[in-house]
């Protein structure tokens, strides 16, 4: 049982949008910044979002990050075949003095 | 260019202690604010966080694998090397190794490992 609360999975068509939740409490998402890293099949995972809402070099501006209170949310626009792969949020747990993720969501593209 | 790559044994027996290795490149260990996290993935399953050890030798443990761990680092070899005693089947997964980028973020990442206990 993740610490972090994520939905199993995500589909949607070529070009159109998903969002993915990322529900916590006030002892992880709500006093600390969310990481979002994408995971594609058989590889190691990659950071997608840092600090919430911030894009490392090289990711695409479809990606984006947002935090409200104790939940944050990953969105994806036009999304491509690529995108295929699995997603966790991250953060650090002031209660448990750990680094927690999600159960991860896998995104589908019908 | 900043790679980090892990090793050690495939299969290990149970309660048998698991050493795994993660060399690092394009940074020093010894940096000031350079930290590299371990963090495991069982076949199918999430993202775990395991350990951290940071450039001044500072630790962080999962509460829940505390008590089996041990982080180490050698700069002068750029290696971290991760001890896990009393190994279960349950620790089967692939083990990474991770640069972080500040506070809790890993910005990159080994290949992983895949560890299997099982006798």
């Known amino acids: 049982q993740s610490v972090l609360t994520q939905p199993p999975s995500v589909s949607a068509a070529p070009g159109q949008k998903v969002t993915i939740s990322c529900s916590g409490s006030?002892?992880?998402?709500?006093?600390?910044?969310v990481s979002w890293y994408q995971q594609l099949p058989g590889t190691a995972p990659k950071l997608l979002i840092d600090d919430s809402n911030k894009r490392p070099s090289g990711i695409p501006d479809r990606f984006s990050g947002s935090k409200s209170a104790a939940s944050a949310t990953l969105g994806i626009t036009g999304l491509q075949t690529g995108d295929e792969a699995d997603y966790y949020c991250?953060?650090?747990?002031?209660?448990?003095?750990?680094?927690?993720f999600g159960g991860g969501t896998k995104v589908t593209v019908l | 260019q900043i790679t980090l790559k892990e090793s050690g044994p495939t299969l290990v027996e149970p309660t048998q202690t698991l050493t795994l290795t993660c060399t690092v490149s394009?940074?020093?260990?010894?940096?000031?604010?350079?930290?590299v996290g371990w963090i495991r993935q069982p076949p199918g399953k999430a993202l775990e966080w395991v350990a951290i050890i940071y450039w001044d030798d500072d630790k962080r443990y999962s509460p829940s694998l505390r008590s089996r761990l041990t982080i180490t680092k050698d700069t002068s070899k750029n290696q971290v090397v991760l001890t896990m005693t009393n190994m279960d089947p349950v620790d089967t997964a692939t083990y990474y190794c991770a640069h972080r980028k500040h506070a809790f973020v890993f910005d990159i990442w080994g290949p992983g490992t895949v560890v299997t206990v099982s006798s």
């Open positions: 006030s002892s992880n998402i709500g006093s600390n910044y």
């Open positions: 991250g953060t650090w747990d002031n209660r448990l003095s750990a680094v927690v």
């Open positions: 394009g940074f020093s260990l010894s940096t000031t604010g350079v930290g």
